[in-house]
């Protein structure tokens, strides 16, 4: 534990204390009755201020009031959260902020820089000078998001994040060239390897792995929005792309792999502009500013659970 980081550090310590808080609380019934009777409220008439204009309440904006604080409608849960609202969820997401739009702006910024640079934008060419991208900026806000994702309770958007950031820190090291990756498949002809049949065909491989895990996770996007089953659906057939870019330059066709690299690079654009609208409309959400932007909610095409949840939630006021 020694060697690890100092900010690293901290917050371990601080998850930990986290979660020692939340099962003493759990444990004593008198604090949970506290705290039932600071957050009780009743509905109130929307206000209306002195210049005759009238003030949007909560109810506009998808949050009802109930006897114990302000819980959110299944249709804006999984807007900001981008996940179904189940029982197991809990009160965490009352508790902590959401965590969704940061693990999108890391895995925006990562990914325009990618797709520009794939594209050749303005003479562009390799990660080098970026790979910083790979290693900070997305892995480290993603990794950050997957945690409190993981605490809160939000299953999918856990996954998502975990499965984003560790194929930016697998991908980056591919950039790395004091690694010297290819050096095994060295020749005369080649000295760095790169240009290597058998070199090329491995990461071809690997992004064809990347597309079929990421096609999996499309699937079940269609459970919430258009847009975010769109990104998917998009990165997967991305990464099938650059595959074949990789498969075209192990068999020496370098032009053929320039433009399948770019076409990849193109498709990867439109996700990243995908990623910052959704980022957008979270936020905008959670600054509680009044947008009805369309996402192409698909939840309705599916068993609906909200008696379910009414069931659960009125337990947990019982008790």
Not at 14 to 39: A, M
């Amino acid at each position: 534990m020694a060697c690890l980081p100092l900010p690293f550090f901290c917050f371990l310590l601080f998850v930990k204390r986290t979660f020692s808080e939340h099962r003493k609380s759990r444990h004593n019934p008198q604090q949970q009755i506290q705290r039932q009777t600071e957050n009780m409220s009743t509905p109130s008439e929307p206000a209306t201020s002195s210049n005759g204009i009238r003030v949007v309440g909560d109810e506009d904006k998808g949050l009802h009031r109930t006897q114990t604080g302000v819980t959110m409608s299944p249709e804006l849960f999984e807007k900001l959260y981008l996940t179904p609202k189940v029982p197991h969820v809990g009160n965490n997401n009352r508790r902590f902020a959401n965590p969704t739009a940061l693990g999108f702006v890391g895995f925006v910024i990562s990914t325009f820089t990618f797709s520009i640079v794939c594209m050749g934008w303005g003479g562009a060419s390799g990660f080098s000078p970026v790979v910083g991208i790979f290693f900070f900026v997305g892995p480290v806000l993603l990794l950050f998001a997957m945690v409190f994702e993981w605490i809160m309770g939000n299953f999918f958007p856990m996954m998502v994040m975990g499965l984003f950031a560790v194929f930016w820190l697998s991908f980056g090291m591919l950039q790395l060239p004091t690694l010297q990756l290819a050096a095994p498949y060295a020749t005369e002809a080649d000295p760095t390897g790169l240009a290597s049949r058998e070199y090329n065909a491995v990461i071809g491989l690997y992004l064809i792995v990347w597309g079929f895990a990421l096609f999996t996770f499309f699937i079940f996007t269609c459970k919430i929005n258009a847009v975010f089953a769109a990104i998917f659906l998009l990165v997967s057939i991305g990464a099938w792309v650059l595959s074949g870019a990789y498969f075209r330059a192990s068999v020496g066709d370098f032009d053929g792999a320039g433009k399948l690299q770019k076409g990849g690079g193109a498709l990867l654009f439109i996700v990243a502009l995908l990623g910052w609208y959704m980022c957008f409309i979270i936020m905008a959400g959670e600054m509680r500013i009044t947008l009805s932007l369309p996402v192409g909610d698909l939840s309705h095409l599916w068993p609906k659970t909200d008696v379910e949840l009414a069931v659960v939630e009125e337990r947990e006021h019982r008790e």
